[in-house]
């Protein structure tokens, strides 16, 4: 580059209805390339310098956008010092995100009203909840054709057991291994808010395995399925198109599924291999087993690999990573075909719920988003942006794999298949007015 500072404007290229090197008189024609991209430009300098300040905003507005000399220099007088170029961009970016955030942009999205030509203010809300019910679609796809196909009987109902368990012990291992190797866990955690989270979930856990066992219920895996289906949420196929819709990005998610995978599930895991009528001795011996099964399960092993490969200075080939994913991909649309083959052999009716599972429900899609709110707001000082998605977190339905464990494990089974569905529908309902209390919080 040898350009020079103060250099004339290099000639405005050729517009119709004008002479080459010519500018124009009061501005090129709006609907030509050139006036579209002044336009741009224009309102690029004005958001600059609401966002910067008037200095900055004097110094875009001193390199016309036609001026390619100038332009030129200002370049080369960046790259003769990057290192403070690149602390003034870092400084940039954190000024500009501790005033503006997706949660923030999609809240003014919302608010801003209807105009005549423009898809805003109630068609855009409309627009957004058919992208959000368009992304749900595999999941009934899947299901569907679980109940119609075992409905005709033209896959035996009895088969879900098989579908349940590859999805159990190869298919959501390798989904949660690529995953969680190739995540970035340093970005993705507050540890605050995950702690938040973790007591607001252990609450909910402890008061549901009283409610149950006032109920009458006195086997720990029954309790153990209960409290599951309460408290983890369904992330893969109902959480992540919503905080998609919502916030453009899905990775406050993911701290919270790797804590119940490897805790909540790990819990629940021992229990339910404590609890297998083939457990025999003392009972320190059978919990001791029963623990050391749950550690050495392919979901537990391949989430503590997955953590550890990730913290190591270890490069996992990409074949591989690609294999998992090829696997994994399958893991939600065999466990839903399974639970719809289940469904459609045993049946699901909505009249015939129990007040057990609508006291279940209740807790799960109202009770506890409202604990979490509780126990992060005021006990852990969660504020802006976490509050508002741990929140939202919490409202999800409850797991598919909740039907997945209680087909492995031969617990409640219908009970889960219940919940599952159910669940599904109360939150679908109930999901515009969380989402608006989230945005609000955030």
């Known amino acids: 580059m040898s350009s020079r500072p103060g250099t004339a404007c290099r000639p405005h290229p050729a517009q119709p209805g004008l002479e080459p090197g010519a500018p124009p008189a009061s501005g090129p024609a709006p609907d030509t390339p050139y006036g579209h991209l002044l336009a741009e430009h224009r309102r690029l300098r004005t958001r600059a310098a609401e966002l910067l300040g008037e200095p900055a905003g004097t110094r875009l507005s001193a390199m016309g956008i036609c001026n390619a000399?100038?332009?030129?220099?200002?370049?080369?007088?960046?790259?003769?010092?990057?290192?403070?170029?690149f602390a003034r961009a870092a400084e940039l970016r954190e000024h500009l995100a501790a005033r503006f955030s997706w949660s923030r942009a999609a809240a003014?999205?919302?608010?801003?009203?209807?105009?005549?030509?423009h898809r805003s203010g109630m068609r855009a809300r409309h627009v957004g909840a058919v992208d959000a019910l368009e992304k749900l679609a595999p999941v009934v796809l899947a299901f569907g054709c679980g109940v119609l196909l075992a409905r005709r009987k033209v896959v035996p109902a009895e088969s879900s057991k098989a579908f349940a368990d590859y999805a159990f012990l190869f298919a959501v291992p390798c989904f949660l291994f690529g995953n969680i190797y190739r995540s970035d866990l340093g970005v993705l955690f507050d540890w605050r808010a995950l702690t938040g989270y973790a007591a607001a979930a252990c609450t909910g856990a402890v008061l549901i395995g009283v409610l149950a066992r006032t109920a009458g219920v006195r086997d720990p895996r029954d309790v153990s399925l209960r409290i599951m289906a309460a408290v983890q949420v369904n992330t893969a196929y109902f959480a992540v198109p919503v905080f998609i819709m919502l916030f453009g990005d899905a990775a406050p998610i993911f701290p919270v599924l790797l804590f119940q995978v490897c805790v909540l599930s790990l819990v629940i895991i021992s229990i339910m291999e404590w609890g297998r009528p083939d457990r025999v001795g003392s009972p320190a011996r059978r919990?001791?087993?029963a623990v050391s099964?749950?550690?050495?399960?392919?979901v537990v092993i391949a989430c503590n690999a997955g953590i550890l490969l990730n913290l190591l200075p270890v490069t996992v080939p990409g074949v591989v990573l690609d294999g998992f994913a090829f696997v994994g991909d399958s893991a939600s649309p065999v466990a839903l075909f399974a639970l719809g083959l289940h469904l459609g052999g045993s049946g699901l009716k909505i009249r015939g719920t129990t007040r057990e599972e609508m006291g279940i429900i209740a807790f799960k899609c109202a009770a506890?988003?409202?604990i979490t709110y509780a126990v992060c707001r005021h006990l852990f000082g969660v504020e802006g942006e976490w509050l508002g998605h741990l929140v939202?977190?919490?409202?999800m339905p409850a797991p598919q794999n909740l039907f997945i464990f209680a087909q492995r494990y031969d617990v409640g089974v219908d009970l889960s298949a219940a919940l599952v569905i159910k669940s599904s529908v109360v939150a679908l309902l109930l999901l515009p007015l969380w989402a608006q209390w989230a945005v609000h919080l955030a």
């Open 392 to 395: 939202l977190i919490a409202a």
């Open 287 to 289: 919990l001791g087993s």
């Open 368 to 370: 506890m988003p409202l």
């Open 69 to 85: 000399e100038r332009w030129s220099h200002a370049v080369e007088s960046l790259l003769r010092d990057r290192t403070a170029a």
């Open 293 to 298: 099964a749950s550690l050495l399960t392919p």
């Open 108 to 117: 003014a999205f919302l608010a801003e009203p209807a105009r005549p030509g």
